[in-house]
Structures are given as structure tokens and as C-alpha cells.
């Protein structure tokens, strides 16, 4: 039987089938931040059951933690509990944590790929919905509850039902200015944030091939806003070199042994999907949201559509938009780049190559927050630093920040921002605030302009 990349993967892992139903699930790797493990050590706890794998679990410091003055205590006490728990529960179970101050923490889906902590082939779960940003690797990677959490804890395992499988073919040559972000956001907004609901999807065609394994990671990590379980893309020579050298990847001979399976996690020819969608490079255009989910995005030269449905007018009143409505000049006081979507080197490069030579407008606010303290030393070492702070930029220290506002990083009630996240819902970077989703280049040429401009006309 032809199997997909999913198939393999998720057959690989299977321990047992109870009949007629669901699966057990080996997981290989399990990511666990501040936010959503507490309870789930107290479980275990209450209960007397040891965590079964502690050298399959990593930890990091990340929803929480302050950009600003991380070397001093923290101010908000139910921040500093959350960190404080995490480190005394990573204590007591022999879990390895990257807590505040480490040279590996970070966001914790930027820091597993950058340490080769990531690595095709693998089940990875993680108490967050953004885990599937891992599959760009060829893995099956999804977000899990504090009850899964627990599950993994206690058994390593996860009893699951499989899910069904799609497959989004993406072919041609992308426009001047198009971004991964813009790549992910276009489809979001053709297929709906339903479209991937009791699906894993995988991403296929030479416009993800020729993705590098950052580009990659955000296609995948936003996903889950079509309402997938996960995305994947096949690993590739790109894969492996990414990989490659990483601190905890494989060496030497086993690296080989390695790449030799890794090369067989490619979907046969004449798999069946249960859903598959193709779509025209050339038809994608530089992103923007205007609404109150990650489908409702137009590109930068079109209009605000017209719909009639009682969801969409209570978006765009929360919005202040109006139907027909263009999103060219729009003020914006607020611009954030970063988040677990687009906080890697690369989109802190695309966003220096930008403002070189240029000035930040006076009335934005420019947060620039790194997604791990590795991005935070590279920025400083390739000088993009002097260029983002020469343009009255204000460069953060690592976490994930305005994207969901669990620290100080808040937008203001009514205020705009351009941002760089994965979710625009109601009050997500701070109550009342209104989020424009887009790539780190738009979000760049905002803060410059302290508008939202038509990219495309810059780029000649």
C-alpha cells in the first residue's frame, strides 16, 4: 500500500491498536513551558506516578517571561510563581530546563530546531498549539491539553485516534516582496480556518522546496489556523543540512545512518489524501489581515470583501473597518516582529535589509523580540543591531511577548498593530487591542512609514 509522509511517520510510532478504535502513540519528544504543566505535575503527584521518560522531555521558559530587565526578579507575581513552579518541578523530576538567563532559552518553538533537539522523522507534543511548527522537519508534531500532557508524562505515550489526511500543492515562482507568511496566510484565507479540522496536512510543491527551514517553520506553524492537527513538509537536503552540526543531533555515522532514513520519509507516488488543494505561486501577493481571525486576510492592494453574516460585522465594528475599505494608509502605532512564527534570524534579516538607512516614523512603537537567546546573540554579531537601533527600533530580550500578552508587552485598547504572531483574535496582544497579521518585511515597512503601505511599489 502507498503510504503518505504522515503514514509513515505516525506507523512508525504506533505501540498498540485497541480495535475499532483509537491508536497508542510513541511520542519521542515532549516540550513543556510554564504555562501548561503545572497541573499536569500536580497530577502525577497526587497520584503517586513517576514521569515515565524525564530525558525525553525539554523545558523552557517562555509565555511569561519580561523582554525588558530579564536579570532582575520578576514583577508580576503570577508570572514569577508559573516560573518559579516550573523550575522546581524540572528540579525535582531530572527534566532538563532552559529557564531565564540560559544560553538556550527561548521560545520553545524556536529553540528545540535551532539546538537539533528537532529532527525529521519524530512524534513531538508540546502543551501549545503552535508545536506543529516542528513538522516543517518531516515530523508529526501537534499541541496537546494539560490532561495529554499529563498522559505523556505518565506513559510516554498518547492514546489517539489517527487523523485523516490533506495535502496543500503550492507550485511557480513567487512574486517580489511574497514571504512564507504571505504563503501561509494566502492559503489560510482561500481554504478557511476550518478547512483542516480531523486533518494533518502536508505542504508539497517547489515553492516549499525552495523554502529555507525557517520559511518552512512558519508555513507550518500556522497551520493549526486552518484548523489542522498539524503540517508537514518533507525532509530534504535542506533538512539535513540544517540539521547537521546542531548540539544535539546526531554525529558522524549515526548523522549518516540518520539522513539514509530520513530520506525514505517522502510520500510514494499514487498516495491517496483525503483532501488536496493546489494553488498558483504567482497569485500570491504581500498579506494583511483585517479581521478577527487568520482567514480573514486580503492582499496589501485589495479591499476589505463584503459579507453578510453576523460573525463578520462584529469583526469589522471590533476592527473599526468598514466593507470595500482599503488597508493602504491606515495609520498604525504599534509594530511587533517576533513571536514562535517569525522571530528566526532570517526574519530579523529581511526586516535590517528593509530599514537600513531609514528612520522609524515617530509615532510607532517598534518591538523587536528574538525568538530564543541564540537569535538575540546572531543579531548582535551580524550588526543588524546598529541598524535596528540606528532607526529608533527597540530591540527586546527573547520571549514570546506581544503575540499573546501574557507579559508587560501589551498593545493598548483601540490601538493597531502589525504584527509578526499567528493569531489576531479579539484582545490577543492586550484587551481591546486590534491586530493586522503580516510578514516581518510589511511589519518593517509600517514601522517605517507609520502607515501601512503597498510593499509591492518599494521593491522595483
Given at each position: 500500500?502507498?503510504?503518505?509522509?504522515?503514514?509513515?511517520?505516525?506507523?512508525?510510532h504506533?505501540?498498540?491498536?485497541?480495535?475499532?478504535?483509537?491508536?497508542?502513540l510513541?511520542?519521542d519528544?515532549?516540550?513543556i513551558?510554564?504555562?501548561t504543566?503545572?497541573?499536569?505535575?500536580?497530577?502525577?503527584?497526587?497520584?503517586?506516578?513517576?514521569?515515565?521518560r524525564?530525558?525525553?522531555?525539554?523545558a523552557?521558559?517562555?509565555?511569561?517571561?519580561?523582554?525588558?530587565?530579564?536579570?532582575?526578579?520578576?514583577k508580576?507575581?503570577?508570572?514569577?510563581?508559573?516560573?518559579?513552579?516550573?523550575?522546581?518541578n524540572c528540579e525535582?523530576?531530572n527534566?532538563?530546563?532552559y529557564g531565564?538567563?540560559h544560553?538556550?532559552?527561548?521560545?520553545?518553538?524556536?529553540?528545540?530546531?535551532?539546538l537539533?533537539?528537532?529532527?525529521?522523522g519524530?512524534?513531538?507534543v508540546c502543551g501549545?498549539?503552535?508545536?506543529?511548527?516542528?513538522?516543517?522537519f518531516?515530523t508529526?508534531?501537534?499541541?496537546?491539553?494539560?490532561?495529554?500532557?499529563a498522559q505523556?508524562?505518565?506513559s510516554?505515550?498518547?492514546l489517539?485516534?489517527?487523523?485523516?489526511?490533506?495535502?496543500?500543492?503550492?507550485?511557480?515562482?513567487?512574486?517580489?516582496?511574497?514571504?512564507?507568511?504571505?504563503v501561509?496566510l494566502?492559503?489560510?484565507?482561500?481554504?478557511?480556518t476550518n478547512?483542516?479540522?480531523?486533518y494533518?496536512?502536508?505542504?508539497?510543491?517547489?515553492?516549499?522546496?525552495?523554502?529555507?527551514?525557517?520559511g518552512?517553520m512558519?508555513?507550518?506553524?500556522?497551520?493549526?489556523e486552518?484548523?489542522?492537527?498539524?503540517?508537514?513538509?518533507?525532509?530534504?537536503?535542506t533538512?539535513?543540512?540544517?540539521?547537521?552540526?546542531k548540539?544535539?543531533?546526531?554525529?558522524?555515522?549515526?548523522?549518516?545512518?540518520?539522513?539514509?532514513?530520513?530520506?525514505?520519509?517522502?510520500t510514494?507516488?499514487?498516495?491517496?489524501?483525503?483532501?488536496?488543494y493546489s494553488f498558483?505561486a504567482?497569485d500570491?501577493?504581500?498579506?494583511?489581515?483585517y479581521?478577527?481571525?487568520?482567514?480573514m486576510?486580503?492582499?496589501v492592494?485589495?479591499?476589505?470583501?463584503s459579507e453578510?453574516?453576523?460573525?463578520f460585522?462584529k469583526?469589522?465594528?471590533?476592527?473599526?473597518f468598514?466593507?470595500?475599505?482599503s488597508?493602504?494608509?491606515?495609520?498604525?502605532?504599534y509594530?511587533f516582529?517576533?513571536?514562535?512564527?517569525?522571530?528566526?534570524?532570517?526574519?530579523?534579516?529581511?526586516?535590517?535589509n528593509y530599514?537600513?538607512?531609514?528612520q522609524?516614523?515617530?509615532?510607532?512603537?517598534?518591538?523587536?523580540v528574538?525568538?530564543?537567546q541564540?537569535?538575540?546573540?546572531?543579531i548582535?554579531?551580524?550588526?543588524?543591531q546598529?541598524?535596528?537601533?540606528?532607526?529608533?527600533?527597540?530591540?527586546?530580550e527573547?520571549?514570546?511577548s506581544?503575540c499573546?500578552?501574557?507579559?508587560?508587552?501589551?498593545?493598548p485598547?483601540?490601538?493597531y498593530?502589525?504584527?509578526?504572531?499567528?493569531?489576531?483574535?479579539?484582545?490577543r496582544?492586550g484587551?481591546?487591542?486590534?491586530?493586522?497579521?503580516?510578514?516581518?518585511?510589511?511589519?518593517?515597512?509600517?514601522?517605517?512609514?507609520?502607515?501601512?503601505?503597498?510593499?509591492?511599489?518599494n521593491?522595483?
Amino acid at each position: 500500500m502507498r503510504k503518505t509522509l504522515f503514514d509513515k511517520v505516525w506507523d512508525a510510532h504506533v505501540v498498540d491498536t485497541i480495535e475499532n478504535g483509537p491508536q497508542i502513540l510513541y511520542i519521542d519528544k515532549h516540550l513543556i513551558h510554564e504555562v501548561t504543566s503545572p497541573q499536569a505535575f500536580a497530577e502525577l503527584e497526587e497520584r503517586n506516578i513517576p514521569i515515565a521518560r524525564p530525558d525525553k522531555i525539554v523545558a523552557t521558559a517562555d509565555h511569561n517571561t519580561p523582554t525588558i530587565n530579564q536579570h532582575l526578579p520578576i514583577k508580576d507575581e503570577l508570572s514569577r510563581k508559573q516560573l518559579e513552579q516550573l523550575t522546581a518541578n524540572c528540579e525535582k523530576n531530572n527534566i532538563t530546563l532552559y529557564g531565564l538567563g540560559h544560553e538556550n532559552n527561548g521560545i520553545v518553538h524556536v529553540i528545540a530546531p535551532e539546538l537539533g533537539i528537532t529532527q525529521p522523522g519524530m512524534t513531538m507534543v508540546c502543551g501549545d498549539s503552535h508545536t506543529s511548527t516542528h513538522g516543517a522537519f518531516g515530523t508529526i508534531a501537534f499541541g496537546i491539553g494539560t490532561s495529554q500532557v499529563a498522559q505523556v508524562f505518565a506513559s510516554q505515550c498518547l492514546l489517539l485516534r489517527k487523523p485523516k489526511k490533506m495535502r496543500v500543492n503550492v507550485n511557480g515562482k513567487l512574486n517580489k516582496g511574497v514571504l512564507p507568511k504571505d504563503v501561509i496566510l494566502y492559503i489560510i484565507s482561500k481554504l478557511g480556518t476550518n478547512s483542516g479540522t480531523g486533518y494533518f496536512c502536508e505542504y508539497a510543491g517547489n515553492v516549499f522546496e525552495e523554502m529555507s527551514m525557517e520559511g518552512r517553520m512558519t508555513v507550518c506553524n500556522m497551520s493549526i489556523e486552518m484548523g489542522a492537527r498539524g503540517g508537514m513538509i518533507a525532509p530534504d537536503e535542506t533538512t539535513f543540512e540544517y540539521v547537521n552540526g546542531k548540539e544535539f543531533a546526531p554525529k558522524g555515522d549515526d548523522f549518516d545512518e540518520k539522513v539514509a532514513y530520513w530520506k525514505t520519509l517522502v510520500t510514494d507516488n499514487d498516495a491517496v489524501f483525503d483532501k488536496e488543494y493546489s494553488f498558483d505561486a504567482i497569485d500570491i501577493k504581500p498579506m494583511l489581515t483585517y479581521g478577527t481571525n487568520p482567514g480573514m486576510g486580503i492582499n496589501v492592494t485589495e479591499n476589505i470583501p463584503s459579507e453578510n453574516s453576523e460573525s463578520f460585522e462584529k469583526s469589522l465594528n471590533y476592527m473599526n473597518f468598514k466593507k470595500g475599505e482599503s488597508l493602504i494608509d491606515k495609520q498604525i502605532n504599534y509594530v511587533f516582529i517576533g513571536s514562535c512564527t517569525n522571530s528566526r534570524i532570517e526574519d530579523f534579516r529581511v526586516a535590517a535589509n528593509y530599514i537600513q538607512g531609514k528612520q522609524k516614523a515617530q509615532n510607532v512603537n517598534a518591538w523587536l523580540v528574538p525568538g530564543s537567546q541564540k537569535v538575540a546573540k546572531q543579531i548582535q554579531e551580524e550588526g543588524l543591531q546598529t541598524i535596528f537601533e540606528s532607526a529608533g527600533f527597540e530591540l527586546r530580550e527573547p520571549g514570546c511577548s506581544a503575540c499573546l500578552a501574557m507579559n508587560d508587552d501589551k498593545i493598548p485598547e483601540g490601538e493597531y498593530c502589525v504584527s509578526t504572531s499567528n493569531r489576531n483574535f479579539e484582545g490577543r496582544q492586550g484587551q481591546g487591542a486590534r491586530t493586522i497579521l503580516a510578514s516581518p518585511l510589511m511589519a518593517a515597512a509600517t514601522a517605517v512609514e507609520g502607515k501601512i503601505i503597498d510593499i509591492t511599489k518599494n521593491l522595483n
